[in-house]
T-cell receptor
Framework: GQQVMQIPQYQHVQEGEDFTTYCNSSTTLSNIQWYKQRPGGHPVFLIQ?????EVKKQKRLTFQFGEAKKNSSLHITATQTTDVGTYFC???????????FGKGTLLTVNP | GAGVSQTPSNKVTEKGKYVELRCDPI?????LYWYRQSLGQGPEFLIY????????DSGLPNDRFFAVRPEGSVSTLKIQRTERGDSAVYLCASSLRGEPLHFGNGTRLTVT
């Protein structure tokens, strides 16, 4: 089935540094959703990307969908300690309910 | 309540026992989902309900797993003859049709 690869697995940054996580697939992705899971918490929906080349921003977060719809990225500018958590991308496979999640990128921020 | 509620939050059981995990979705959400998350992994799809019926149960690992949603609201995930490999966090989510998923805090199942 569809596999979604995420890199890096872990990222440790100093507060104020930027952070990027990448989501890749060997096949065309339908829609990409991004979730954040705080330590001990549950995944929380951040955004959905649908169109090829789409770019969306939420304050310090920038989400991109590749032109070929085979990759996506999440970039955080000037990280804060509140950004700590695991960021997951998920492919909806066109269904919107049967999400295929990547393994996530665990972000830690040193104050 | 404001969010998806799952009970119990933690469940420890012995290998071979039967367990039930409960999910109370957000009021008015017609769609309900069960996912399973192992340590260091992303959530893995198990089953999806639209109303009372299981619209897609293709993610259930085997016939020891079963889920119901008899009145289109609360759902119960049932696991028979539990195995140590069933240990994971079981996440429930709900949504309006076509809208993003709202996850609960999960039930951490440990099979000893």
């Amino acid at each position: 089935g569809q596999q979604v690869m995420q890199i890096p697995q872990y990222q440790h940054v100093q507060e104020g540094e930027d952070f990027t996580t990448y989501c890749n697939s060997s096949t065309t992705l339908s829609n990409i959703q991004w979730y954040k899971q705080r330590p001990g918490g549950h995944p929380v929906f951040l955004i959905q990307l649908v169109k090829s080349g789409e770019v969306k921003k939420q304050k310090r977060l920038t989400f991109q969908f590749g032109e070929a719809k085979k990759n996506s990225s999440l970039h955080i500018t000037a990280t804060q300690t509140t950004d700590v958590g695991t960021y997951f991308c998920a492919d909806s496979g066109g269904s919107n309910y049967k999400l295929t999640f990547g393994k996530g990128t665990l972000l830690t921020v040193n104050p | 309540g404001a969010g998806v509620s799952q009970t119990p939050s933690n469940k420890v059981t012995e290998k071979g026992k039967y367990v039930e995990l409960r999910c109370d979705p957000i009021s008015g959400h017609t769609a309900l989902y069960w996912y399973r998350q192992s340590l260091g992994q992303g959530p893995e799809f198990l089953i999806y309900f639209q109303g009372t019926g299981a619209a897609d149960d293709s993610g259930l690992p085997n016939d020891r797993f079963f889920a119901v949603r008899p009145e289109g609201s609360v759902s119960t995930l049932k696991i028979q003859r539990t195995e140590r490999g069933d240990s994971a966090v079981y996440l429930c989510a709900s949504s309006l049709r076509g809208e993003p998923l709202h996850f609960g805090n999960g039930t951490r199942l440990t099979v000893t």
